[in-house]
């Protein structure tokens, strides 16, 4: 199934700017290294949901294991919102967490906010959560 992202100028929007990305990278004590940065530029761009594998044919510059260490950074300083779509991770820039709702039919794929904090855990911190969720959209449903 293709992913047709709704509205995709703004699916994924995030109010991150590259001086507060490279300020976050910094502060967390990580380089900004040429693929972090290249990423950083293409998901501040172009905001949208991606996977590595279709992130990595749009940066053809650097390996695909660079691709991936970058976003695994990016998802645990929690500066890429993470969902799996069909067994595979998808990013996006975004500094709230938020979901989608993907059409199970088409693959359209709507932006939804998250109202869920998690911080009240005995044993627990840094709680992260995932949830995709599925339906039928309009257009398919007629």
């Known amino acids: 199934m293709q992913i047709t992202l709704a509205n995709s100028s703004h699916l994924c929007y995030s109010s991150f700017t590259m001086k507060k990305l490279k300020q976050k990278l910094i502060e967390a004590k990580y380089k900004i290294t040429k693929p972090r940065l290249a990423i950083l530029k293409y998901l501040s761009t172009h905001h949208v949901s991606i996977s590595a594998r279709n992130l990595h044919k749009k940066i053809k510059v650097f390996d695909q294991a660079s691709i991936y260490r970058a976003l695994n950074l990016f998802e645990e300083l929690h500066i890429v919102n993470v ?60």
């Open 83 to 142: 969902e799996i779509v069909e067994k595979e991770k998808i990013y996006c820039l975004a500094n709230e967490p938020h979901h989608h709702i993907i059409c199970k039919k088409c693959g359209y794929m709507e932006k939804i906010k998250c109202d869920h904090f998690f911080n009240n855990f005995k044993n627990f911190n840094n709680v992260y959560h995932q949830l995709t969720l599925t339906g039928v959209c309009n257009k398919c449903s007629k």
